[in-house]
Each structure stands twice: as C-alpha cells, then as structure tokens.
C-alpha cells in the first residue's frame, strides 16, 4: 500500500509555531486569570476574541468546519465538566464553585497555528474532580515525553493509556491529537492509546498536538444532536483535557506552546 508520510515543517516554518504556539500560551494565561464563579463561558470567548485581534491574530476555530456543514460559532472551546470538547461559549453558562472547565485555543499567525488547552478549576473542586484534572496533565506529560525521532506514533498512545487505564479512566478514543501547520488538523493522527512501536515512524520536523481526554467513567462520548458539535460523556461523568503543540526534534521534542522560560519537566521514572 502506498502511504503518504506526515508533513515535516522546517527551521522557519518551526520559528513561526513558537511565535504562535507562545501567543496560544498567553491566551490561556489570561483565561486562567479570568476564570472564577459568577463568569460565563461567553465572557471567556470575548475575552479571547478581543485579545487574537488586537494581537492581529485570527482564532482557528470561528468559521472551522472540519470538513462537515456546521461551522463553529464562536473563537475558543469552552468544555464544562461532562463536556469532554468542542463545547460552544454561551451567556447561559454560567461558572459555579466546583466546576471544571477546559479552554481551547488556536490562534492563528502569519499562516501558523498554535493549538492548546488547559482544564481549570472553578474554586474549590471534589477530591475526585482535582485528581482527574491533574491525572490528566500527568497523561499529557507523559504522551509528549515518549516523542523522540525513531519512536513511533503508537508510543504516544502508549504512555497515556499504560497510565491512565490501570486508574480506572475512560481513555477517550473519538478524538485524537492531529498534525498542524499551515493546517489545523492534518496528518499524522495521535491516539490517545496505542501499542508501542506502532504508527508511523516519527522523524524530525514533525509537527501535531498530543491533547487525552480522561473521563471518569466510560470512554464513550455522544455529540449534540442540535449543535453538531458539543461532546459530552455518555454517561454523564466529568472529562478533562490537557492540549500542547510539540515538534520533533534531532534529540527528542520541544513543546511550542510554552514560552523558553516555563520549560515542562519531561522526565519519566521508570
Ligand atoms: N482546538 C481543537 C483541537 O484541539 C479543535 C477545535 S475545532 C472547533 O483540535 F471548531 F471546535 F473549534
Ligand atoms: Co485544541
Ligand atoms: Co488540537
């Protein structure tokens, strides 16, 4: 079988994902500091509208169809406790103490995206919820550690599912970390689980996001019927959700939606 191998980006293409992938960062910082009972999910998307325009930046997501029929409404991922993505920003939502929530960004610049996400928490949070959204971080940590040149796409998945399974979590399968550029979602797929040593071969250059989501209960997600977008557990227990933007590198990986000086411990103990 023919098999077309994933996009490899070049120095100056790479130099561009950090200029964005920081900016992504700094949207998230400003969500981060916004984020507190009484908000609404609406007032996080204007916050990060305004804040990608008078960067001179576009947000991604607005208008993004992904090959369907119902463009996105608004300009973030606003996911609220049982939302595992692709939760649309509403007046109506409204944070209460004890919420989780994922923002997702992806702003646009010069051509370049710069995909990323956290799950904040709204207050004081459940022993379980807090475990959940740092369990999550762990898994994201984890998949990006296990990127090298030489390794292969099913190490990613790997990492995360050897980690988060035994733990009792829904790995979320439905939605995977994709390769990004130019384009929002293109080759290679990341799964979220795996089997080391399979996939395709990781070489330098390559460009995608590793993004788990851990559910509390069953892996299994439904999205809105009305919507087109919104998905939710199936069974209604809560869904984290952690997102960098990595590259591979001669000697490993580097995260390009951080900035230099908040560099993420790697090191895994084995
Ligand atoms: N940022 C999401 C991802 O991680 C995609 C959002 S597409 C949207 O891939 F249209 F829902 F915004
Ligand atoms: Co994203
Ligand atoms: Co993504």
Redesign the pocket.
């Known amino acids: 079988m023919l098999r077309k191998n994933s996009p490899r980006l070049d120095a100056q293409a790479i130099e561009k994902m950090r200029v964005v992938g920081r900016f992504a960062c700094s949207l998230l910082d400003m969500v981060e500091a916004m984020v507190r009972p009484g908000i609404t999910t609406l007032d996080i998307d204007k916050a990060v509208h305004r804040a990608t325009r008078e960067r001179g930046a576009v947000?991604?997501?607005?208008g993004?169809?992904?090959g369907g029929a119902h463009?996105?409404p608004?300009h973030?991922?606003t996911s609220v406790n049982e939302v595992v993505?692709?939760g649309?920003p509403h007046a109506k939502v409204v944070l209460k103490e004890g919420d989780i929530i994922n923002v997702?960004?992806?702003p646009i610049i010069d051509g370049y995206h710069g995909?990323?996400?956290r799950t904040f928490m709204v207050g004081e949070v459940t022993a379980e919820a807090k475990k959940l959204v740092q369990d999550t971080h762990e898994a994201m940590r984890r998949g990006i550690a296990a990127v090298k040149p030489g390794g292969h796409v099913g190490d990613i998945g790997h990492a995360i599912q050897s980690f988060a399974e035994p733990m009792g979590y829904g790995v979320v399968e439905q939605?995977a970390?994709?390769g990004?550029g130019k384009v929002?979602?293109d080759s290679p797929s990341i799964s979220h689980v795996g089997r080391r040593g399979k996939g395709e071969v990781l070489l330098p250059g390559m460009t995608f996001?590793v993004?788990p989501m851990l559910n509390l209960g069953t892996a299994f997600c439904v999205v809105d019927k009305r919507d087109h977008?919104t998905a939710r557990t199936y069974d209604g227990a809560l869904s984290a959700q952690f997102?960098h933007t990595v590259t591979v590198t001669n000697d490993g990986v580097e995260i390009l939606t951080l900035p230099d000086d908040r560099p993420l411990d790697l090191t895994v103990a084995d």
């Open positions: 947000s991604a997501p607005y993004y169809t992904g463009p996105f608004k973030c991922c993505c692709h649309i997702d960004v992806t995909d990323t996400s939605f970390g994709h990004i929002f979602h996001t993004e977008w997102e």
